[in-house]
């Protein structure tokens, strides 16, 4: 499982032009389900997602979690994170799960995560989605379990 993490000030997903997600200050999270995941990955991914420490606290420092703001968390299936680059210019998703089982695979997910924490919208699979976004900090971090 795969995630590109964003701590962000807002963020919203569009489908069609209709807004179908929308955060205020927290993270979006750009998430690769890949064939293996299952319940282990699931919950290895919500605790990081939900306690990376990458919001400051009252020193400036990196101390706080989404969890510590009340922040929202922003999931967008991502299968592109998958993308094995390293022959050639096109971008090969041999690697990357089946379309109908990661739909499966992530709607798992997604049911997990939101019975440890509420505030979470969500992107639709498979659909041609406007991802905008304010990167705070800029912090981005790439997530792998």
């Known amino acids: ?9 807002h963020a919203s997903v569009t489908v069609d032009n209709d807004q179908i997600a929308h955060i205020a ?23 990081k ?18 969890i510590d703001i009340n922040g929202e968390l922003l999931l967008v299936p991502q299968f592109t994170l998958a993308a094995d ?3 050639g210019l096109r971008p090969s998703f041999s690697g990357a799960c089946p379309p109908q089982i990661a739909k499966a695979k992530f ?15 969500q ?3 498979g659909a041609n989605m406007q991802v905008s ?11 792998k379990v």
């Open 1 to 9: 499982m795969l995630s590109l993490i964003q701590r962000v000030t």
């Open 25 to 47: 200050q927290g993270i979006m999270a750009l998430i690769c389900i890949e064939e293996k995941d299952g319940q282990k990955e699931y919950d290895k991914m919500a605790h």
């Open 49 to 66: 997602l939900l306690n990376q420490r990458i919001f400051e606290d009252d020193h400036s420092k990196l101390n706080k979690s989404l």
């Open 85 to 87: 680059t390293d022959r």
């Open 107 to 121: 709607a798992e997910f997604h049911a997990d995560i939101t019975q440890k924490y509420a505030r979470i919208q």
């Open 123 to 125: 992107g639709q699979f």
């Open 133 to 143: 976004l304010t990167n705070d900090g800029p912090i981005t971090l790439w997530l």
